[in-house]
DNA sequence: GCGGATTTGTACGTATGTATG
DNA sequence: GCATACATACGTACAAATCCG
């Protein structure tokens, strides 16, 4: 879980955590990780702070958002 | 754009050339003006700072600010 | 096709902590 | 001490697009 004390900002601790789900192929593709509500309730941090954290995983590559949909697992590259 | 070497603090400034693109009218009534975040990008300052000069637009009496909808150009008084 | 639920996008309000001059 | 400026983190509200029964 995300640790209130340590001097890494909550939503860098986020990205890092959710990334190591992601390596670990606990996310199926094709499918939408779970919601931004839902990871909030989760880790008990704030939907801002999870955007903030995808936002991160976006910019790694790691992951894309589409709007409605849901966040995916980004595709390797064919 | 803003100054960072001038003594005039950022805020200020930034107020003041947010007043000057008000008064120029490039921006239209009954529509928000640009959010605390598009600013914050456009002059490269942080949003405390462009809170800290909206407010001071405000008490000048130039705009009103909506919670979650954004900040408007004041009416002319009726 | 309709309507409600879901999900992301956006916007402001507020508080706290850090750093600088 | 105070003002300025930044970053982080919480909350609330609403819009827009999509999904699903």
């Known amino acids: 879980m995300v640790d209130e004390m340590s001097p890494i900002a ?5 990205a890092n955590l959710l ?3 992601i ?3 606990e996310f199926p593709p094709r499918k939408p990780i779970p919601s931004e509500p839902h990871i909030q309730q989760e880790y008990g ?3 801002g ?3 903030a954290a995808l936002r991160l995983l976006r910019e790694r590559g790691l992951v894309v958002t589409m709007p409605a949909r849901g966040t995916y697992v980004a595709e390797k590259k064919a």
């Open 10 to 14: 909550l939503y860098i601790q986020l």
């Open 19 to 21: 990334e190591a789900r």
């Open 23 to 25: 390596k670990s192929g």
């Open 45 to 47: 941090v704030s939907r």
């Open 49 to 51: 702070t999870v955007r």
